[in-house]
């Protein structure tokens, strides 16, 4: 799995602020206020996680998964033609759509500082350079094995969709009962 790690680092800062301004406003103006004011907060925290922790690349034998904040693409590995990193991961498929990763590998500015050692070579090269060497091997090693009609699915991500969900009907009920809607 390919996933930012400052990504995991902004979802528990995220949580560990949400706590304790909700553990505050508990205290502070008591249980019901803080019920009220919840559902803003943890909208900010599910913003946190659909943009930041939620988006990921995935490789198997079979394929490639590519999840966005709210939907995910598998796509087995007979179906892929290129993949390659402009701003972030790209993968153009047969039917030349090409996919793209919010998640994963993300190429840097032009003219950063190398951020690893290359051993063989002696030079530096971003992470995201060897991971997407990681995931082009991947691919070539299951091509030839791989079936030759695979599919291609696209789906929503039910668990980041139902939660939003239940964060906006939150924030409706909130502000009914605080006022904020007559």
Sequence with gaps: MFRAPSSVIGLVVAVALAVVLLG??????GVGAMLLLAPWILL??????????????????????????????DIAWARVREIDLQWQLRVLTDEQRTYKAFGGPVAGRPGRPPLRRDDVADRGEPPAIRDLVVIRDAWEASRDSAPPAGPIHRFWHIPSVVSLLALIVWVIIALFISGGVR
């Design 24 to 29: 505050d406003a508990a205290l502070r103006a």
């Design 44 to 73: 900010a925290v599910w913003a946190v996680y659909a943009l930041l922790y939620a988006p990921h690349v995935r490789i198997s034998a079979d394929g490639i998964r590519i999840q966005n904040p709210l939907r995910v693409t």
